[in-house]
């Protein structure tokens, strides 16, 4: 590995976990504008966690790489859970509250990243294809989570020096 590759596998999973974390502030103070920027602020953070992927296709640093996913996860959640604080949730029963809490825009936003969908909340109408992008990217970082995770498990199997090869 060349000494730029080198950096640009130290320096790639970070710079783009910061950029997330920014893009979760700005959601905070802009998205509530519009539905469209709501959509804006998810793609640019989809944008800046691929880079990551762009690592794990070439190679780098497997360590790093899993870290970075996973972190990237939690942020993402905690992104489109913001978005649906921000535009609200509507209840599916009766006894339910009418306003949701980010708590439960937290709980809605890991139940569909995880597409458990209990159906107890539902994004409002004109965030379902958010919601539906949200299962989409949690059933890619649970694989990709997953594949990085057990590719670094047997690399190590392999090197193990308690294997014997006679």
């Not at 640093?61 to 649906?84: D, E, K, V, W």
């Not at 004109?126 to 990709?144: I, Q, R, S």
Request: net charge neutral; hydrophobic share 50%.
């Amino acid at each position: 590995m060349t000494e730029v590759e080198r950096r640009y596998a130290y320096w790639s999973p970070k710079a783009s976990t910061l950029l997330t974390a920014v893009l979760i502030l700005a959601n905070s103070q802009t998205v509530a504008a519009s539905v469209w920027l709501a959509y804006l602020v998810i793609l640019a953070a989809l944008v800046a966690a691929s880079v990551t992927l762009v690592m794990l296709a070439k190679g780098y640093a497997r360590a790093a790489t899993l870290s970075g996913l996973t972190i990237q996860a939690g942020l993402l959640i905690i992104n489109f859970a913001a978005i649906h604080y921000v535009f609200g949730l509507c209840p599916c029963t009766r006894s339910a509250s009418p306003t949701a809490t980010f708590s439960d825009a937290l709980y809605f936003s890991v139940v569909t990243w995880t597409t458990l969908g209990y159906g107890d909340l539902l994004p409002r109408p004109e965030l379902h294809l958010m919601a539906a992008l949200e299962a989409a990217v949690g059933y890619m970082y649970f694989g990709l989570i997953v594949g990085v995770a057990g590719g670094i498990l047997e690399a190590g199997r392999i090197h193990s020096p308690s294997e014997s090869t006679h």
